[in-house]
């Protein structure tokens, strides 16, 4: 064989060596992906950040107090402004009256009147939640109306519960409502037997 004819012999045995270990490679990365993705969410502390659930909390527009959604899961985590994520639920909006609430855009200030904080459950695990209010601070010696809507949002927005309440100082914790999810997701209980959670939210944080 000619030393031309064994050198081209030679480069087409080098790239089809190539071609082969390319895909190969590209076999064992499809793998290692398709095996990531057959984990369970719960179980490796990922949870999917689409909600299942929202709960939004509302006072009076541009009213100057702050109030503060603490909401305890079935796995007896918290999520409040101090802890805004535990894995199944996320503190979308940390609301504090009129604090930070006007901002400046092309030199012009706006203000922004809704007092709102909200939410998002990401994943349905069964058990019971437990939704509180917390009066965080007052301005006036008025009683303040709050508030609470809790929607369950796939396969379609279904209103849970919907309640108003009264909070008549700093300080004051108030139980809004609990309740319960089955294995498949469904509501089995709503209720208002209270049960505090500062306190565990407070020792958590020291």
Known sequence: MSPSLHGRHNDSQDAFTDVLFNALLGFAFMFVVAFSLMNDPVESGMVDAKAEMLITVRWPDGHPDDVDAIVEDPRGKLVW?????????????DDRGTVHDRIRIDGREI????????????SLAPGQYVVNLLHYRANTRDSLPVTVKVEKLNPQVEVVYYGSHELSGAGQELTALRFELGESGQVLDVNRLPKSLLLKAVGKNR
Request: zero cysteines.
């Open 81 to 93: 402004y101090h802890n805004q994520d535990t894995g199944l639920m996320h503190l979308d909006r």
């Open 111 to 122: 203000a922004n009147p809704l007092n709102q904080e909200t939410v998002s459950v990401r």
